[in-house]
């Protein structure tokens, strides 16, 4: 009888064209709906653009496995945490008739969500012949409760103001005490401030501080069709102050903060014309330059052969061309050397998006009064998940020292 054996090569190969035919599928139907994400960008309703199916796998997988493919997969988990970002908190997870991997990949992961995402409002509802319709209602009635009562705890103003080019930015400013200090949080790149936000909107919450959470431009619900990387958004920084400090008075402390490249973009505008009121800048997981960032993060990706310097030439000339900006204009180690404000870094000692010597090397340039706080074992952006108290008494005694 004849055996038929399948080598480990062949079975990589075979997996190998798999992968292929289904980056092409994946292409075909991005090519298919690229009309319809034109449309929805264009419409003057609030419609939830279609999300990258690779964005998608971004989000998910510190939460569970990629290779979930029962029930509806990592991508039943992934499409909530979608939702969530675009701000729809409140999610009713339908659990359908005898679907044990969807009870996995939906029940089972609303806890972890909910320690990620603190707002979220997820409610699993099942349908099979075991539950009545009574209990179904009454989780509908519930998860609706929570939501009112989650809406009148946010208590948020709505904030829209020009930038000194003429692009519309927009926030959400959280009241706590009248004339107490503010905090203008920054978000990282393709974030969003009410997510990356969630941190200090906690500590402020706490201490009876007012949070503003910007969407920086070409985000969320600000304008622009290009992020700069820090180049224009440095002033964006100033104009926000200029509108906090005129609207709240000069009296108002003042602090800016951001994270990941928001956080690079406030330590690059340290060196600009701000209103007195501005007491200090907490800059959480930034770096020195985008043009650093690009060369650390692209080699990877690089065709095979071509040297990082031509790759940074070929960028530096294609950002000039079609963006028409320059990265070289922003550089935090160079505005931190200028400036007078107080500057607060926190990175952490595994961060491989944005090394650790990054943070150095800013907290080393700086002239005024500054502090470094570096966690342990922290990767990028991940400083307060990994020290929580740490994190909270280091911003909060630096605030403290600062408020008039």
């Not at 009870?103 to 603190?118: A, L, M, Q, S």
């Not at 997820?122 to 009574?134: C, H, L, N, Q």
Request: hydrophobic share 40%; charged share 25%.
């Amino acid at each position: 009888m004849a055996t038929h054996k399948i080598t480990f090569n062949t079975l990589i190969k075979t997996d190998k064209y798999k992968a292929r035919l289904f980056k092409i599928a994946i292409k075909l139907i991005d090519i298919l709906e690229k009309d319809e994400r034109i449309a929805l960008a264009n419409s003057k309703k609030d419609y939830l653009q279609p999300c990258d199916i690779w964005e998608l796998e971004d989000k998910v997988k510190n939460i569970l496995s990629i290779g979930n493919q029962t029930g509806e997969g990592w991508f039943l988990t992934a499409e909530m945490i979608e939702y969530i970002e675009h701000g729809i908190s409140n999610i009713v997870c339908v659990q359908p008739f005898a679907c044990l991997p969807n009870h996995v990949v939906g029940k089972g992961v609303i806890k972890t969500i909910r320690d990620e995402y603190p707002y979220a409002n997820i409610s699993p509802i099942d349908y099979d012949p075991g539950a009545s319709e009574t209990n179904q209602t009454n989780r509908i009635k519930l998860l609706m409760a929570v939501a009112k009562d989650n809406l009148k705890q946010k208590n948020n103003e709505k904030i829209v103001i020009l930038a000194s080019d003429g692009t519309k930015l927009e926030g959400h400013y959280y009241e706590r005490k009248k004339n107490a200090p503010l905090v203008i949080f920054f978000h990282g790149f393709r974030g969003h401030s009410y997510v990356d936000g969630v941190p200090i909107y906690k500590i402020a919450q706490k201490e009876k501080w007012n949070v503003l959470l910007v969407s920086m431009r070409a985000h969320d619900e600000s304008e622009g069709n290009i992020f700069t990387l820090g180049v224009k958004e440095r002033y964006d920084c100033v104009d926000w102050a200029n509108w906090a400090a005129k609207h709240f008075g000069r009296e108002t402390p003042i602090f800016l903060m951001g994270i990941s490249m928001g956080g690079a973009v406030v330590t690059m505008s340290s060196n600009l014309d701000f209103p007195d009121s501005v007491c200090g800048i907490i800059e959480d997981s930034g770096f020195t330059t985008s043009t650093k960032m690009l060369e650390l993060n692209c080699k990877s990706s690089l065709p095979k052969g071509m040297p990082v310097e031509v790759f940074k030439i070929f960028a530096d000339v294609g950002i000039k061309l079609w963006g028409g900006f320059n990265l070289k204009e922003a550089d935090a180690c160079k505005a931190v050397s200028q400036t007078k404000i107080p500057i607060l870094i926190i990175h952490g000692d595994m961060d491989n998006l944005a090394p650790l010597y990054m943070a150095k090397e800013i907290y080393n340039s700086c002239k005024s009064s500054k502090e470094i706080y570096i966690v342990h074992g922290a990767g990028h952006a991940e400083n307060y998940k990994k020290d929580p108290e740490g994190y909270e008494k280091i911003i909060t005694t630096f605030i403290k020292e600062r408020v008039p």
